[in-house]
């Protein structure tokens, strides 16, 4: 099972980004789903959270009112929707899931995305 987060890149100060993970394998399918990121120098922070119906998702003070965790089932993706970007949200962003495989569940992450909020 593998776990893929992408949507990152350059953006100016007071953009938007959207960040995407999907889970591959036979019979994957994301439960509950946590986006990190990290700064060199630095732990890998949790910035965001959703459950497996994507109800009362969960952020960080600092995100609160910008970004917007959710997800499409369907589609098995969940989405990081980042608006109102700041220097300081500049960091590889990584989403994390316990992926339910048939009857058993595994938790995963990423590769990382690079979010860059520059002018």
């Known amino acids: 099972v593998q776990l893929q987060a992408s949507g990152g890149g350059l953006v100016q100060p007071g953009g938007s980004l959207r960040l995407s993970c999907t889970a591959s394998?036979?019979?994957?399918?994301?439960?509950?789903t946590r986006w990190y990121r990290q700064t060199p120098g630095h732990e890998r922070e949790l910035v965001a959270a959703?459950?497996?119906?994507?109800?009362?998702?969960y952020y960080i003070t600092s995100v609160k009112g910008r970004f917007t965790a959710s997800r499409d089932n369907a589609k098995n993706t969940v989405y990081l929707q980042m608006n109102n970007l700041k220097p300081e949200d500049t960091a590889v962003y990584y989403c994390?899931?316990?992926?339910?495989?048939?009857?058993?569940?595994?938790?995963?992450w990423g590769q990382g995305t690079l979010v860059t909020v520059s002018s």
């Open positions: 994390n899931s316990d992926v339910r495989i048939d009857q058993s569940q595994m938790n995963t």
């Open positions: 394998g036979p019979n994957a399918r994301l439960g509950v």
């Open positions: 959703i459950d497996s119906l994507g109800t009362s998702p």
